[in-house]
């Protein structure tokens, strides 16, 4: 979350970015037999940002929206299929919208290079995509409801020239409750099912300033 400014006393600046997310903690776990593990593979973030300085002494506020998209993790799926020979997959991902607001300190490091650090809350959606299984007896499919939770994003980098903004941010949300049901092509009951899963991510970003 990384599209960053520093502006002149008074001005509302925007900037867009993107980048990638890589996955960490229990979100980007690889252990398919732990409960708690995401199964996370690295994806992609895009997003926009607000800032306001106020005053000369380099504080501000933020406010932004972002959009990171995580794909199932290689070696799960191919454990998986693995496992089931005779079955097709679609595999779920994972689509997280954090929208966040917070503090924005910035200075001027010379040689058109100026440095920011930012902290805020971040309240997040979580939408888990499709999993459906489909072998010669039935399909099943496994549809999950939009979660959402409060955390929290910390960020530090730098804006070149007034214009190119290279960022690293770290968005931990927190544990989000997940509801579901899996449907059969075959039988009309539905098998409802709920989990707890943790969202934090690392996103490394470039951005430019619209104004």
Known sequence: MAAQQVQAQGDVRFSGHAGVALPNSEFGDDDFSDDDSGLAAPGLTVGI????????????LFGG???MYNPLQADARDDIEDANPD?????????????????????????????????????SFVKVTNFVRDDEFEELTSTHELANNVGFTIGAGAVINDH??????LFNLGDHDIDGETESSE????????????ISTLNLTVGIMFN
């Open 164 to 169: 190119i903004i290279v960022g690293l941010s």
């Open 49 to 60: 940002k607000l800032t306001k300085p106020l005053g000369d002494n380099g504080f501000g």
């Open 65 to 67: 929206i972002d959009v």
């Open 87 to 123: 079955t097709d997959f679609t595999f779920f991902r994972y689509i997280t919208v954090p929208l966040s607001a917070g503090f924005d300190y910035h200075f001027d490091a010379g040689d058109g290079v100026q440095l920011f650090g930012q902290a805020g809350i971040a309240f």
């Open 187 to 198: 039988f009309t009951d539905t098998n409802e099912f709920d989990f707890e899963q943790s």
